[in-house]
């Protein structure tokens, strides 16, 4: 055991370089910007000098007021959620079969396969999303299909172009390969023998599916979920382009705080809670699966 | 034997179908001899004429493409040894500021980063914008590998340790190579966010600075012709080319060789 | 690995170091100048011209707000040209070195924006007005000369789910307060409610509240009435056309009256080459460089000189250029206090929030 480097100078020499660079350049950022929350909004724009007229510190709550005060920002927040949730939800059911697909295929034809799922996204996002609208468009098969379908039921035909749905299969597509690498990096590490054993001993497929695979997978889920869910909660770009009149979402309103509104306060108020409740639900979730994930000091507690 | 269950197959087509479907209308589209990104009129190759013309669009190609490689790189070798460090030591710091690049929004991390480099009396060009650019990546890689990790035995670890090997060894041929598909998959993600990324761009961006996402946005309110779909569609078959070249040269890295017996 | 390594690292330092010293660093909106013109430019000044783009005034304002520098000019509206002026980021313009300011229709000059032209210089203008498909709404029999047709549940009804509105609070509200008799620069609150009364109430009819997709979806039919700008529904006409469609799309003024976007060439503060940009300003405002945009997108020209190489067509269009009655309705929009943005932001976010 004396042999082996001290632990402490090894931990700091892994985690200080990525440690260094986020503290230099993300969190002195962003606490300029946090520090921005208690300030007051310039009058043209930016935010008013730190040290007033009369020399004192013009730091205030006043913003933190408004969003308490206002209930519609809430609702907006909550729409958000719910739609990040879907979103989240749809991308693990469409995300699975293809991760465990790639994970099963011969070796090397996986990072082919792996490649060909985010070769899409390396074409610009504002063209794919046209790409979206001309599929949901009223000329399209699609449309004409599922209204030919509810009038045949004798429903009123719908558009699917400007709506929540149109919102809602946008964010699936643009999140999925965030499920589907981390799934995948999981999954790969499944022992297939494991699965024939079950299968020997008389498991039917969806036995093997939910009582091996999916446990076995749920750190890759969680992983996935927490790249699905929080970026998705800040999307703001998609209702944007093809959203309806009342699918505004918090990241919409965020965008408008530090455009259109001058109001950089506000805006970074708002991201605040944003981040935090994003911060908290993964915590959450986190500690939901704690028993799952194989926490770091399980692993090292034969070194002690 | 391996026994391949049908619905698996099925349902990973419709998956890959939902992928494509869109993409192939981007291409299609940019053979399409309407200005517009709206639907089908004839076909021409006129927009990949125009795009070679249009100096402009393809310096912006090559920026965006070289800010992506850079920042892919250094934001993968940052958050693997952020995942695995998350991995092995029980961290508080960096698993927060590892995450919240990812949720914070975009457009006020981008002002803030703004702020502080002119505070700075920092240049804004390409190496600011990548330096904003390994910053939210990091997170994402650093996701990936740790979730690879978990669960994972460290007494080979251990094992190569007992046999005299130094931590850096241990780490080159034993852990890396199984965290491999993790650090290649985080790899692919960072690419991916900052070849099409906007707003943070946008604001860390120089004076004379722009990427293919900062010419296309700015058509947003015009029309965004199908030059866009062609030089998207050159971009992505640019970028396998190179990831294929680049598995070709370090086959035993990324794990690309065969499996030997 | 280590040859890749290598490769990128020598990228890397193949980027050129700093700026070359006769660049004209130009921020303008896409689409905004001529490609000719451009070349007539560098030829002129022997200079480059280094263009990159922003497409909403607010971005160019939070960039310059957060400190951004090294551009030599931008091209803002006349609301932002006030925030502009009042933030003290502006450099005056030497006047006497403009020797073709005489060119500009003396209208467009000393507004309350700017007092004499201390900072700015007109450069193009557009308004803000209805767009139709000339089909539908004759077959509908819809009157395309009133804010009524985007605002009344009566009219809205024949096309319910065909309108599209700009996704702008300040261009929507100024449509709204136009209806409803007011200025659209009227600052008082309980007129303010009654514009939000008036959205909310046609709401349920529009298709979508969208700046930047509704000019493709009225050039395919989808969409059949929208509130837009004039150079985008100039456009969205030709490309019909191009398209061999059956239908126009053509351009309805409004007879409450309609917001006038003004567009201004001015210096920043600390430009790093204050003489390119002067020289630039009065490159542009001869006529034949400031036709060349005209010509090219449709937009409005405050340049009288210009009127000679402009297309006929473009100039009987009363959208573009127009008359004198029309010109006493129109407005531009003024630019808000702070309270004043916080309050029509909260009655926006309540309007969009679908409450």
Known sequence: MASRAPGRWGKWLVSGPPLLYLLIFFAVPTLIMALASFRTPGEFGGLAPLIDDTGALDLNVESYARFVAEPVYAQVFLKSVWYALLTTLACLALAYPLAALIARSPKKYRNLLLLLVILPFWSNFLIRIYAWMIILGPQAALVRSVNGILGAFGMAPVSLLFSSFAVLACLVYVHLPFMVLPLYANLEKHDQALLDAAQDLGASAWQRFWRITFPLSLPGVYAGAALVFIPALGMFAIPDILGGPEDSLIGNVIKQQFLEARDWPFGSVLSIVLTVAALLLAGLAAWVGRGNLGTPSSAGESRA | MRRRPVGLWIAAVAGYAFLYIPLIIVVVYSFNNSRLNAEWVGFTLDWYDKLAHNEEMLAAAGNSLLIALVASLVSTVLGTMAGVAMFRYPLRLLPVLVLTPIAIPEILMGVALLIFFVLLNFTLGLVSVALAHIAFCIGFVAIVVRSRLAGMDESLTEAARDCGATPLEAFRYVTLPLIMPGVIAGALMAFTLSIDDFVITFFTAGAGTVTLPLQIYSMIKIAVTPEVNAVSTLLMLLTLALIIMASRLAPSLLGTQEEKP | ?355
């Open chain 3, 1 to 355: 690995m280590k040859r890749l390594v290598l490769l990128l690292a020598s990228l890397l330092f193949a980027l050129p170091a700093g700026a070359a010293k006769d660049e004209f660093h130009l921020y303008n909106w896409n689409n905004y100048l001529a490609p000719e013109t451009v070349k007539r430019f560098e030829e002129f000044c022997k200079c480059t011209v280094v263009q990159t783009y922003y497409s909403d005034n607010e971005e160019l304002l939070a960039k310059l707000a957060a400190g951004a520098k090294g551009y030599d000019m931008y091209v803002p509206t006349s609301n932002a040209v006030q925030a502009l002026i009042k933030g003290g980021r502006l450099k005056p313009v030497d006047k006497s070195q403009l020797t073709n300011l005489k060119n500009i229709d003396p209208i467009y000059l000393n507004t309350p924006f700017d007092r004499d032209n201390k900072y700015s210089i007109p450069y193009a203008m557009s308004t803000t007005i209805i767009g139709y498909n000339d089909e539908k709404i004759r077959e509908l029999g819809l009157p395309t000369d009133t804010w009524a047709v985007i605002f009344d549940p009566k009219h809205l009804e024949k096309v319910k789910g065909r309108v599209t509105v700009l996704d702008s609070a300040n261009e929507l509200f100024a449509a709204a307060l136009k209806y409803l008799g007011y200025s659209a620069n009227d600052v008082d609150p309980k007129h303010w409610d009654e514009a939000v009364a008036v959205i909310k109430k046609a709401k349920p009819y529009w298709a979508a509240f969208n700046a930047s997709s509704y000019i493709k979806e009225l050039t395919v039919g989808n969409i059949w009435l929208v509130h837009g700008y004039s150079n985008d529904i100039f456009q969205a006409n030709l490309d019909a056309q191009e398209a061999g469609r059956k239908f126009k799309i053509l351009q309805g003024m409004p007879k409450e009256g309609a917001v006038l976007a003004l567009d201004n060439m001015v210096i920043d503060k600390n430009a790093p080459r204050a003489d390119l940009a002067l020289k630039f300003m009065n490159f542009m405002l001869e006529g034949q460089n400031s036709a060349e945009l005209t010509n090219l997108i449709g937009s409005g020209n405050p340049n009288l000189a210009a009127v000679k190489f402009i297309k006929p067509e473009l100039l009987k269009n009363p959208a573009i250029f127009p008359d004198k009655a029309v010109q006493a309705k129109l407005e531009q929009l003024q630019d808000l206090t702070g309270a004043q943005r916080r309050l029509r932001n909260k009655l926006w976010t309540g309007i969009k929030a679908g409450r």
